[in-house]
């Protein structure tokens, strides 16, 4: 194990953990079994460019923080609600909804 995927791992388990999320769930979206997960999140594997994209696209996990650990970028939904149109406005209260609705059952 190098320590460039010891430390991706540890800011997706990081990242995981934050959102509220099992491994099981980052498992299937990635469409890998919960063994290869854990060996992701542990370093043994190295989280490839194409699953970054995916967790990137699903859960807005900046793939710069997991390569790098630094987060630049910080969303300002307020900002951004004014500035949208009624049908991305839409699409990100069904997401917080949707979020919401997860948290609460865990």
Do not use: W
């Amino acid at each position: 194990m190098n320590n460039f995927n010891f430390q991706t791992g540890m800011r997706l388990q990081n990242a995981r953990l934050q959102n509220g999320y099992t491994i099981e769930e980052f498992a299937k979206t990635l469409n890998i079994s919960t063994v290869h997960y854990r060996k992701l999140e542990n370093g043994t594997y190295r989280l490839s460019a194409e699953k970054m994209q995916t967790l990137y696209q699903m859960y807005q996990i900046d793939p710069a923080y997991l390569i790098t650990g630094e987060q630049k970028y910080t969303f300002h939904l307020e900002s951004y609600m004014k500035s949208c149109s009624k049908d991305e406005h839409d699409l990100i209260l069904q997401k917080i909804v949707n979020h919401m609705k997860h948290l609460l059952k865990n």
